[in-house]
């Protein structure tokens, strides 16, 4: 079988005889009408007037959308939307996006453009979120959790905020989408710092929303800066529409999140000897940095002290130099949980969850990574995939195995 690798796909070949099982998304149906599906979504939304009864003429409308690690299928949902603004008396000089940048790096015309679509990018303003640039945040006060909440200036000051993007598991926050649009998508750098070290306290885990501390200040921040209207999609991994849920950022993002728990969350019988997970392709594995997610996925469907072989091409490498900086100094997971409950650091962060998911067993990388670096980062570096197929099994083919094609969205479920 095929297995994505970047813009392209790698070969694999089994031993006769080892027993295996594909591991996918269940089988929801994309929606058949997507135009008729989101006039309505944006006509009869949820716990909330419609777009076009909750704006009105002269007033500024900033849409809030992904950058370009998360697909949402922006170029497809944004035309209706402005269309929906502009019939209901907004000018397009009076509406402007910003993308939802959080740490990420800023993109360029090129890279925003092919996330809107030509002619958006071609009529309507667009503007990067850059955490750091303190210039551009405003204060707004601090959560229960003692977060202080920083946000992009251009967003608070506009009249409306409308935010977009896609629902998928968040390995800290439960769920990504809703209110993430806003906090961390255009928080301030010590913001989003805050907010993610709660991912060291209980509760803070992928699928789980009622008890995590993460999201639950992300709710307390994120009416702070203030939401008119939400509109997520949920895609399958040939990026077509399940679900389009407009309305109340809350109410309208918590259907989304049960419409993904439904599609991605796959029941296990057992757990696997080998995992063999592919992150679906770029930009799923576009670096180290956003090819954890697959990682911190399908590892649930390991045994303990099993293997797992990851395909992750990261052409842009490991995505943070915070993360590696911290890789390389701490080498132990004790030692890396101690050091960012003294100074919580954002990079760090990812080196300590992705160190804790590797105790569990061995993660062989097929990268472009160098060699050296993969081991650094506490991966076994292969070659290639049918390198490593070859090293794992050796004699011993009785090992039950997991094949994964889309391991980014692919949320494994133990059976009691």
Not at 26 to 48: M, T
Not at 152 to 167: F, H, M, P, Q, W
Not at 364 to 387: C, H, N, W
Request: proline share 5%; net charge negative; hydrophobic share 40%.
């Amino acid at each position: 079988m095929k297995l994505a690798y970047g813009e392209q796909e790698l070969s694999l070949e089994l031993p006769e005889d080892v027993p295996s099982m594909l591991l996918q998304p269940n089988p929801v149906q994309p929606i058949s009408g997507p135009e008729i599906a989101l006039q309505e979504a944006l006509r009869d939304p949820i716990a909330s007037p419609p777009l076009r009864k909750l704006v009105q003429a002269g007033e500024s409308i900033c849409l809030l959308v992904n950058d370009s690690t998360r697909l949402a299928r922006s170029e497809f949902f944004l035309p209706f939307l402005i269309d929906e603004l502009k019939e209901a008396g907004i000018k397009k000089e009076d509406i402007f996006i910003v993308f939802t940048n959080g740490t990420h790096r800023p993109m360029d015309k090129k890279e925003m453009e092919n996330l809107v679509g030509h002619d958006v990018a071609n009529n309507i303003a667009m503007f990067n979120h850059d955490s750091k640039n303190e210039k551009e945040l405003v204060y707004l006060g601090e959560t229960s959790f003692k977060t202080p909440v920083y946000v992009n200036k251009k967003v608070l000051e506009a009249d409306r905020r409308i935010l977009t993007g896609s629902v998928v598991h968040h390995f800290f926050a439960g769920f990504g989408g809703g209110r993430k649009a806003l906090m961390p998508g255009v928080a301030g750098f010590e913001t989003i710092r805050k907010n993610h070290s709660l991912l060291l306290e209980e509760g803070a885990e992928s699928g789980k929303l009622e008890g995590n501390p993460v999201h639950e200040d992300l709710l307390e921040a994120a009416p702070m800066v203030g939401c008119d209207f939400l509109l997520n999609t949920v895609l399958n991994e040939k990026k077509q529409i399940l679900g389009i849920f407009a309305g109340d950022m809350i109410k309208a993002h918590l259907k989304a999140c049960d419409l993904v728990q439904k599609a991605n969350g796959v029941e296990l019988e057992q757990l696997a000897d080998l995992v063999i997970a592919s992150c679906g392709g770029y930009p799923k594995d576009i670096n180290v940095y956003q090819a954890h997610k697959t990682l911190d996925n399908c590892i649930r469907a390991m045994k303990p002290g099993g293997k797992m072989i990851l395909l992750a091409e990261c052409p842009e490498g490991i995505g943070s130099a915070a993360y590696e900086e911290w890789a390389t100094r701490y080498r132990k997971v004790e030692e890396v949980e101690a050091a960012l409950r003294k100074n919580f650091m954002l990079g760090g962060h990812k080196a300590y969850t992705v160190a804790r998911l590797l105790q569990r067993g061995d993660v062989y990388l097929v990268s472009a990574l160098r060699p050296d670096t993969a081991k650094m980062l506490g991966f076994i570096p292969a070659r290639s995939l049918q390198e490593a197929v070859r090293e794992i099994y050796g004699d011993n083919q009785e090992q039950f195995t997991y094949i994964i094609p889309q391991g980014s969205i692919t949320f494994p479920l133990i059976s009691d």
